[in-house]
């Protein structure tokens, strides 16, 4: 019960003074409270938990962090264990033999 | 799904694993606090492919598994009473009390439904004015805010009829007794993203400098977070212990000011036992004296409650990291989700049940091998 998941804002009204949302999850559709964050627009994304949305989801925010983990992935590229990158282009996985071999051929 | 698939992406979590395996050096004990977070590691593997060093600590955040036994023996009084109608979230219905669970309540002729909104709770008391109405409210800092906005609504819409049974904690104050407890061997923590989303991260700073121990908030897909590993494990091997932020998208400096508010209004602080644990000096909340009247506990005067717990149940020292699931004896032999004889066993985000869904098989993938979101 304590997960919080990501909703699509489908659509808004009021109903009884309280600000309501239909919310879609992935296929799933649920009304949802935005009374704490009244100004989601619908097309937007939010964290919804037990039918209340807490908190707006920030696309630009996403998208850095995704970039960041790209980035990171270049860096591995430049700096990293070339035995890995070299593995992971092949489709294999370095596994201590590999390492062994390389080993013994310094010896 | 946006927001779910781009964070499960294996390519990304092997770049991050990566950077993870070409950073640690030195043996490390992180404790991710929420059992939202420790579902997905375990049924990720993600503990599995990190390196030998980096050890995961599972932490007490989940609300079913450290809801009181006490409090457990209240809804099912309360429950059981024949002008009641006893409104919870599924994941209670099997929480073992004393000597019965909801479930049983429920089939020896007790009111009892599952709701997904405690708003669902407060219409079915406006469509039953002649009954009770209870809302189970436990839960952390996520779930308050909800519960929360119900007791002001019924409040305000002067529906007498509901009321709320209520068993909320706060994460700050079990950090900072896990941090004081002897036995602990914390170095780090992967704060919960969710709870940040509410309450901002205004009170991390102080006990990441008190107790020298990097905070890193942390989202709950793979790479959130594979990220607030990297993040954590980047700052313990550089000496650092700051507050870190790796889940922006949905957490604020400030959390959210409107939910806060309301938590300000509706609820105080107050100490709290937790389950297995122990109390906790102000780790809680209950309802503050302008909302006593909706108080499940004052209506129907079940305050004095005697428990047992089963001996053979060892959820405290899981809760408090100091054994994992498998050390228990019972675990998946007297002890199964079918027959919990704790609530770690029970709720989806408790570590024995993650551990019996996801690790009793022995499957455990290689490193760098498996993808961790297969
Ligand atoms: S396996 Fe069962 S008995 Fe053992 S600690 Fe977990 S819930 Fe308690």
Redesign the interface.
């Given at each position: 019960?304590?997960?919080?998941?990501?909703g699509?804002v489908v659509d808004i009204e009021e109903r009884?003074g309280?600000r309501m949302a239909t919310v879609d999850?992935?296929g799933v559709v649920?009304e949802v409270?935005l009374?704490?964050?009244?100004d989601l627009a619908v097309g937007e994304?939010a964290?919804v938990?037990?039918?209340?949305a807490?908190?707006r989801?920030?696309?630009e925010?996403?998208r850095?962090?995704?970039a960041l983990?790209?980035e990171?992935?270049l860096l591995?590229e430049e700096f990293?264990?070339p035995w890995?990158a070299a593995a992971?282009e092949a489709g294999t996985?370095?596994g201590p033999a590999v390492k062994d071999e390389a080993q013994e051929a310094q010896r | 799904m946006k927001y779910i698939d781009e964070f499960q992406d294996p390519e990304l979590a092997r770049r991050l694993l990566d950077d993870i395996h070409a950073t640690a050096t030195r043996p490390w004990a992180l404790m991710e606090v929420c059992g939202g977070q420790t579902h997905t590691i375990i049924r990720h593997g993600i503990d599995q492919l990190l390196p030998d060093t980096v050890e995961l600590i599972h932490g007490p955040g989940c609300p079913v598994c450290v809801t009181p036994l006490e409090v457990i023996d209240k809804a099912l009084e309360i429950a059981a009473r024949p002008d009641v109608i006893f409104c919870s979230f599924g994941d209670m219905l099997r929480v073992p009390g004393t000597d019965r669970d909801l479930f049983r309540v429920r089939s020896e002729g007790g009111d009892v439904r599952v709701v997904y909104s405690p708003l669902d709770a407060l219409k079915i008391a406006r469509q039953n004015p002649d009954r009770e109405v209870v809302f189970f409210g436990i839960g952390f800092e996520t779930t308050a805010p909800p519960n929360a906005m119900t007791v002001y609504q019924a409040r305000k819409h002067r529906i007498p009829n509901f009321s709320l049974l209520v068993s909320h904690v706060r994460v700050p104050p079990a950090i900072e007794a896990i941090m004081t407890s002897p036995s602990c061997r914390v170095q780090a923590f992967l704060a919960a993203g969710h709870v940040c989303s509410v309450m901002g991260m205004d009170e991390y700073p102080a006990l990441a400098e008190r107790f020298r121990v990097p905070i890193v908030v942390t989202g709950f897909e793979p790479l959130d977070l594979l990220e607030g590993i990297r993040r954590t494990v980047r700052q313990l091997e550089r000496g650092e212990h700051t507050v870190d932020n790796a889940y922006p998208r949905a957490v604020r400096a400030g959390g959210n000011p409107a939910a806060r508010a309301m938590l300000d209004d509706v609820f105080e602080v107050t100490d709290r036992a937790w389950r297995g644990i122990g109390t906790i000096p102000d780790s809680g909340w209950r309802l503050s004296a302008r909302y006593r009247d909706f108080d499940a506990e004052h209506r129907f005067s079940v305050e004095n409650i005697a428990t047992r717990e089963p001996a053979a149940c060892r959820s405290g020292e899981v809760l408090q990291g100091q054994i994992k699931p498998h050390q228990c004896e019972a675990f998946g032999t007297t002890c199964t989700p079918r027959t919990p004889l704790g609530a770690t066993m029970v709720s989806s985000e408790g570590a024995c049940a993650a551990y019996y869904l996801y690790r009793r098989l022995g499957v455990t993938p290689t490193k760098l091998e498996a993808s961790p979101v297969a």
């Open positions: 019960m304590c997960l919080a998941v990501p699509k009884d309280t999850f992935g649920k409270c009374e704490y964050v009244p994304y964290i938990h037990v039918g209340f807490l908190q989801l920030d696309e925010s996403a850095q962090t995704l983990f790209e990171l992935g591995q990293g264990d890995e992971a996985v370095p | -």
